[in-house]
């Protein structure tokens, strides 16, 4: 078929090669090597992990805390713009006026 297709056929005729793999001294001490390092790459990653839980159920989160004092800044900013402007209003100086930081 080849010379049909007018390739030149080269090599030896009738002969099949088989090559099995059998890996050298150097292969099995590297695939060695890699296995140790998949190994310790696993454990580091259990350990982060397990770091992770451990601050996750000590410390709580300051997010709620920090939404409730951001609302409670906001309202204070809103009572204190509202009474700066009834004293504008009364026809009085606003540097008279001192605000007071009032928590529920």
């Keep these: 078929m080849a010379k049909r297709m007018q390739y030149s056929v080269v090599g030896l005729p ?3 090669i088989w090559h099995l793999y059998e890996p050298s001294v150097d292969d099995i001490r590297h695939m060695e090597e890699m296995e140790a390092e998949r190994v310790a790459k696993e454990q580091a990653e259990k350990e982060e992990q397990e770091r992770q839980n451990k601050l996750k159920n000590v410390f709580t989160d300051p997010n709620p805390q920090w939404e409730k004092d951001k609302s409670d800044m906001l ?22 006026y001192v605000g007071k930081l009032v928590f529920a």
């Design 14 to 16: 009738h002969y099949t």
């Design 75 to 96: 309202k204070y900013e809103e009572t204190a713009a509202q009474k700066e402007a009834e004293v504008h209003a009364q026809g009085g100086d606003s540097a008279e």
